[in-house]
């Protein structure tokens, strides 16, 4: 059942608005790609391919997500940090944020409308089962679910205390689980007088929460320290790697201590992330024998050697104090000093301008071009409606003054002209034939079955050397196969592309269509999407990783990770390519559609004024009728594309007005 409504207060800060700006904005997009989506389809203007645009535009502005990652050794305030900025209108600590260790889990915090408020574990042997978490996340009878009360914070916080659970279990348990390896013992965790060790109880938590934040589409991952972090191939392969924001949280007394420039060097060092770095718990810099100028200076002290140690820019690195932030806005009622002292401020500043400036880059890039899509093909077979209606109004114009005699043989002249361009359908067949065939040999290489041949090839080839250089080299020819396999696929889209450019060239002058070629889909982002896949499962061939992939089930594990993000990668970019092909097809159908349509009006518009002589101006003035509806709809196209381009353009120059008027815009009635 859905989960009840929220019953929080309106959530404060940077970070809110600038939720509330992208959630406004995706909303008066997405009502003005419906508005003109209905427009061209109450005038049968669009093809199938602009109506999986339209769909797939529509559900990405619905169920975008901004994904936000809190990563830390234990003990460095990491939990508190989330409750401060996210939870501090539930009147207390949501997240358990207590000494120790705390969060022992990777925990994902969203809301979906349409599932109960719950709290979803995944047992930790699960692992053993060599399942990846995408494999597992659909399947409820592998999770224990807990429903979660989403009015009483208090039993709110009892039930997410369970993501703290442990469990003893031997050395030979622990190291099939991935928590006790040999080769690099000072990871380990200490063994009890039995020998047994502490491991965490659960693979993986997911929170769903109707709290006002989460509901505009934000995702929080709370994940926990190095050993934990390292276990789970899908944290660091995908969860980290997709996060559109990082935060990496230190203790300001310590600074970046090993475990912490380890977690850094090993799963946060590549510069595409977007990477900030919190230097947390200042309130325990205070010093009763220095004054607040040295105490200061200190602060700032170690803020420059993180920056310089983990090499980021100064204004990344933020130092503050989530208890004290926490403090502020639920015992003070948000004292607006007590909340500057803590230092949160600027960060939640900063988060905010980076979520907005990410997503809405991305959003306006793929806005925009369904916009350009439909209003181009919109007005292109408007254009050829109002030719042929022209051509019409010009014929029955003519026959003012015309015999019986004369009207019968145009009726003939007509029937001839449709039965010659009928013609056309066994070269428009060859045609669909020879793209058809085209197609499925680009797209048969980059298909799933030919993605699991190869990343088997390359399971089988590293197998006897798998954390050497066999291993290394296996991998490196798997993904140099895979970018010839890429730039194979774009020739061929190439060839695809002058192939029938040559053949509408001829069907235009011959038979009087209109068909054009849209511009290629480019294949570099998935080019680049590659690059980056090689960067960070290549680590796990390195010495600092490969130990890692002699824990039982990784290596299987990691192949399934491996061959999962090809797989979506790949059919991302098979559904670009194909998508291309379907508009250059539709168009055909569409327009072969129109002609018929064309000589149907026209024979019967000859038909009745031959049986009728006075219809002659009748028909011409709804001729002329139609062309001025034409006209309106073409104009009508213009306005509606504008007005979309407008909002996205308003996103840019002024944000805060944009807000506001996304609140109260409502586009008018196509």
């Not at 305030?77 to 600590?93: H, Q, T, V, W, Y």
């Not at 699960?126 to 979660?148: C, N, P, Y």
């Not at 924001?245 to 799963?267: C, M, N, P, Q, Y």
């Not at 990668?569 to 508009?583: D, I, P, Q, R, T």
Request: hydrophobic share 45%.
């Amino acid at each position: 059942m859905p989960m009840p409504a929220a019953s929080p207060a309106p959530a404060r800060g940077a970070i809110a608005q600038s939720l509330e700006l992208l959630s406004s904005w995706r909303g008066e997009l997405g009502q003005h790609i419906s508005g003109l989506g209905r427009l061209l389809a109450d005038h049968e203007l669009l093809d199938d391919a602009d109506v999986a645009s339209v769909t797939a535009l529509r559900e990405r502005l619905a169920s975008d997500k901004v994904v936000l990652a809190f990563v830390a050794e234990f003990s460095r305030g990491k939990s508190e940090l989330i409750n401060a900025i996210f939870f501090a209108d539930a009147g207390r600590r949501v997240l358990p944020a207590t000494p120790g260790r705390t969060t022992m889990c990777p925990v994902e915090l969203r809301c979906d409308a349409d599932a109960p408020a719950r709290l979803a574990l995944l047992p930790i042997e699960t692992r053993l089962r060599g399942l990846s978490l995408a494999e597992l996340r659909g399947r409820d009878e592998h999770w224990q679910q807990v429903l979660l009360d989403a009015r009483d914070a208090r039993t709110l916080a009892a039930a997410l205390g369970a993501v703290t659970r442990t469990q003893r279990v031997s050395v030979e348990q622990a190291r099939a689980l991935g928590f006790w390896h040999d080769e690099q013992p000072e990871d380990n965790p200490p063994q009890a007088a039995d020998g047994s060790v502490e491991v965490p109880a659960w693979r993986h938590a997911l929170i769903n929460y109707p709290h006002p934040l989460l509901e505009r589409g934000l995702v929080v991952v709370d994940t926990p320290g190095l050993n934990a972090i390292g276990a789970e191939p899908e944290l660091t392969l995908g969860l980290l790697p997709n996060a559109h924001a990082v935060v990496f949280v230190l203790a300001a007394d310590a600074g970046v201590t090993k475990s912490d420039l380890a977690i850094w060097r090993e799963h946060l060092g590549a510069a595409s992330l977007e990477r900030f770095v919190v230097l947390n718990k200042i309130d325990t810099l205070a010093d009763p024998l220095a004054t607040p100028a040295e105490v200061a200076a200190q602060i700032e002290h170690q803020r420059a050697v993180a920056s310089a140690t983990l090499g980021v820019p100064p204004e990344r690195v933020f130092a503050l104090s989530a208890r004290a932030a926490l403090a502020a806005r639920v015992e003070h009622g948000a004292d607006a000093d007590a909340l500057a002292a803590s230092g949160l401020p600027p960060l939640e500043r900063a988060l905010a301008a980076e979520l907005l400036q990410r997503r809405r880059e991305l959003l306006a890039h793929s806005v925009l071009a369904v916009v350009q899509q439909l209003r181009g093909s919109g007005q292109r077979r408007l254009a050829d409606r109002r030719r042929q209606n022209a051509e019409q109004l010009l014929e029955l114009r003519g026959l003012r003054g015309k015999s019986g005699a004369k009207l019968r043989m145009m009726v003939e002249r007509v029937d001839a002209e449709a039965a010659e361009f009928e013609r056309c359908t066994a070269r428009l067949a060859a045609l669909r034939a020879v793209q058809l065939r085209q197609l499925r040999a680009l797209t048969t290489p980059l298909g799933s079955d030919a993605l699991r041949v190869e990343v088997g090839a390359m399971h089988a080839a590293g197998a006897a050397r798998l954390f050497g250089l066999g291993g290394r080299s296996a991998f490196a020819q798997l993904m140099q196969r895979l970018h010839a396999a890429v730039q194979h696929a774009e020739v061929q889209c190439e060839e695809m592309r002058q192939m029938l450019v040559a053949s509408f060239a001829q069907l235009n002058a011959e038979f009087g269509f209109a068909f054009t070629i849209a511009p290629l889909p480019t294949l570099a982002a998935y080019v680049k999407e590659l690059e980056r896949i090689e960067e960070n499962y290549g680590r796990y061939f390195g010495m600092r990783q490969a130990w890692r992939m002699a824990a039982p089930g990784f290596a299987e594990q990691f192949r399934r990770m491996l061959l999962s993000k090809l797989r979506m990668v790949f059919e991302n970019a098979v559904g670009e390519v194909e998508l291309w092909s379907k508009a250059a097809s539709g168009q055909v159908e569409l327009q072969l559609r129109e002609r018929r349509r064309a000589f149907v009006r026209r024979r019967e518009a000859l038909q009745r004024v031959r049986d009728a002589a006075g219809e002659l101006e009748q028909r011409i003035a709804e001729v002329q009728q139609h062309e001025e509806q034409l006209g309106a709809v073409q104009a009508r196209i213009g306005e509606l594309a504008e007005a979309a381009a407008a909002a996205m353009q308003r996103l840019y120059d002024d944000p805060p007005t944009a807000v506001a008027h996304a609140a109260s815009a409502r586009p008018a009635a196509a």
